[in-house]
């Protein structure tokens, strides 16, 4: 089994930044992919960004591009998710996920809690 923890969310001004983290424990030699997911109040949760643990490949939503980086220091089991210029849109829970296979938007295994992000206008 694999924990993930999410932190780092919380309320930010429209054209601010914010960065997630993504602590994992337990089984992490078992992870190959993490990525970040969001849900916002009734809408389906989305495929937000992804990175491979080896090599570092990543991939993003196109509503992300530009904005958004992913990263992971596998030393410290910990991914990342740098938010910039934040949109009132973005507003929504934040979800990290993690696998063992190589996948993009999925299917994983393991889910975080999820940390909620505002952005006000």
């Known amino acids: 089994q694999v924990q993930l923890v999410e932190s780092g969310g919380g309320l930010v001004q429209a054209g601010g930044s914010l960065r997630l983290s993504c602590a994992a424990s337990g089984r992490t030699f078992s992870v190959d992919a993490m990525g970040w997911f969001r849900q916002a109040p009734g809408k389906e949760r989305e495929f937000v960004a992804a990175?491979?643990?080896?090599?570092?490949?990543?991939y993003y939503a196109e509503f992300v591009k530009g904005r958004f980086t992913i990263s992971r220091d596998n030393a410290k089991n910990t991914m990342y998710l740098q938010m910039n210029s934040l949109k009132p849109e973005d507003t929504a829970v934040y979800y990290c996920?993690?696998?063992?296979?190589?996948?993009?938007?999925?299917?994983?295994?393991?889910w975080g809690q999820g940390t909620q992000i505002t952005v006000s206008s």
């Open positions: 996920a993690a696998g063992p296979r190589r996948v993009v938007t999925g299917p994983y295994d393991y």
């Open positions: 990175i491979w643990r080896n090599d570092g490949y990543t």
